[in-house]
C-alpha cells in the first residue's frame, strides 16, 4: 500500500502551499516579489556585463563578484518564476520531476555560494594582508580553480541530498509547505522516523556552512589587524568599505538561511509563517540586495557605468 500511494503521487507531483493559508497575503506577496525579482535580474545582469566589457574590471575580485551574480541570476530563476505563477493561478502543483529539478538546483546554488563568499573572503585577505604577492598569488587560473571548487563541492552537496530526500517514503503526503521544494519541507512529508536524513544534512550544514564561516571569520581577524596597521586614513577606509560590503553579504545570507533552516523544522504556524518569509528573504531579498552593497560605493563599478554610459551616449550622438 505505501509502494502504492508513493507511485501515484510521483505522478501527480506535488502542491506549494506558500501563503495559501493568508490569503490576503498572497496578492502584497506577489507584487513584491515581481518587483524584487525584476530588481535581481537587472542588477546582477548590470554587474556581470560591465565586468566583461571594462578592461579595469578584469581582476580577480570582480571575477568572483560576476560568478556570484550568476549565481544569484539561477538562484532566483530556480524558484520565482514558479512562485509567481503558483500565486497567481492559485492551482500551487509541481510535478514530482519539476520538484526534484528545483530542490536539486536551488540547494546546489545555495550551497555554492556558501563555498563562493569564503572564497571571496580569502581573495579580500590576500588583497589587503598580502598586497605585494597578490598577482602572484591570485592568478587567473587559481581564480578559475577555486570558482570551480565552489561549484563542484556546492552540487556534490545537493546531489546527496537531493538523492537521500527523495528516497523517503511519503505515504500519501504531497503539500509541501513552502513556496518551493526544499529539504526541511520534504522532510516534513516523511512517514518514516527522518533522524539519518537529519543528520546528515546537519552535517551538510556544517560542512557547508560552518566552516566557511569560519574560513571567513579567520580572514576577517587578519585583514582587521592589517588594516588598523594603514597609515594612511583613505587606504584605511577604502578596504574597510571593500570588506564591509562582502561581510554584510555574508551575515545577511547566512543569517537568514540558518534561521529558515531552523523555523521550518518547527510544527507551529507562527514558526512555519516566520520560516517562509526567511525562505523568501534568503532565496529572493538577499540575491537582489548584493548588486546594491557591492556597488553603492565602489568607485570602479561607478567609473565603469559612467564609461559605458558615456560610449553609448557618444554612439546616439554619432547616429544621430
Known amino acids: 500500500m505505501r509502494r502504492f500511494n508513493n507511485t501515484?503521487?510521483?505522478?501527480?507531483?506535488?502542491v506549494l502551499v506558500g501563503f495559501s493559508e493568508w490569503p490576503k497575503l498572497e496578492m502584497v506577496a506577489f507584487v513584491a516579489i515581481?518587483?524584487?525579482?525584476?530588481?535581481?535580474?537587472?542588477?546582477?545582469s548590470a554587474i556581470i556585463i560591465l565586468s566583461r566589457l571594462d578592461p579595469r574590471l578584469h581582476t580577480p575580485m570582480y571575477f568572483f563578484l560576476a560568478n556570484l551574480s550568476f549565481l544569484d541570476l539561477c538562484y532566483t530563476t530556480s524558484t520565482v518564476p514558479q512562485m509567481l505563477v503558483n500565486i497567481q493561478s492559485h492551482r500551487r502543483n509541481i510535478s514530482y520531476g519539476g520538484c526534484i529539478a528545483q530542490l536539486f538546483i536551488f540547494l546546489g546554488l545555495g550551497s555554492t555560494?556558501?563555498?563562493?563568499?569564503?572564497?571571496?573572503a580569502f581573495d579580500r585577505y590576500v588583497a589587503?594582508?598580502?598586497?605585494?604577492?597578490?598577482?602572484?598569488?591570485?592568478?587567473?587560473?587559481?581564480?578559475?580553480q577555486l570558482a570551480a571548487v565552489a561549484w563542484v563541492t556546492g552540487f556534490s552537496n545537493s546531489l546527496v541530498q537531493t538523492v537521500l530526500t527523495f528516497l523517503l517514503?511519503?505515504?500519501?503526503?504531497?503539500?509541501?509547505e513552502n513556496f518551493f521544494c526544499e529539504v526541511p519541507a520534504m522532510l516534513q512529508l516523511s512517514c518514516v522516523d527522518t533522524w539519518i536524513n537529519e543528520v546528515e544534512m546537519y552535517a551538510a550544514v556544517v560542512i557547508i556552512k560552518v566552516i566557511p564561516v569560519g574560513l571567513i571569520l579567520f580572514s576577517y581577524i587578519n585583514i582587521v589587524r592589517s588594516v588598523v596597521r594603514i597609515q594612511s586614513s583613505e587606504g584605511?577606509?577604502?578596504?574597510?568599505n571593500t570588506c564591509g560590503s562582502h561581510l554584510l553579504v555574508v551575515v545577511m545570507f547566512y543569517g537568514s538561511a540558518i534561521s529558515g533552516y531552523a523555523y521550518m523544522a518547527l510544527k507551529n504556524?507562527?514558526?512555519?509563517l516566520k520560516g517562509k518569509l526567511?525562505?523568501?528573504?534568503?532565496?529572493?531579498?538577499?540575491?537582489?540586495?548584493?548588486?546594491?552593497?557591492?556597488?553603492?560605493r565602489n568607485k570602479d563599478i561607478k567609473e565603469a557605468v559612467k564609461k559605458l554610459l558615456g560610449r553609448e551616449l557618444e554612439q546616439g550622438w554619432n547616429m544621430a
Open 128 to 144: 589587503i594582508c598580502q598586497p605585494l604577492h597578490y598577482s602572484v598569488i591570485m592568478h587567473s587560473r587559481l581564480c578559475q
Open 269 to 272: 504556524n507562527s514558526a512555519k
Open 113 to 120: 555560494e556558501c563555498v563562493l563568499l569564503s572564497v571571496m
Open 236 to 240: 584605511r577606509k577604502k578596504a574597510f
Open 278 to 296: 526567511l525562505a523568501l528573504f534568503y532565496g529572493l531579498v538577499t540575491p537582489m540586495l548584493n548588486p546594491l552593497i557591492y556597488t553603492l
Open 169 to 176: 517514503p511519503r505515504c500519501g503526503q504531497y503539500q509541501v
Open 34 to 44: 515581481s518587483i524584487f525579482y525584476i530588481m535581481t535580474l537587472l542588477g546582477n
Open 8 to 14: 501515484l503521487h510521483h505522478s501527480k507531483g506535488f
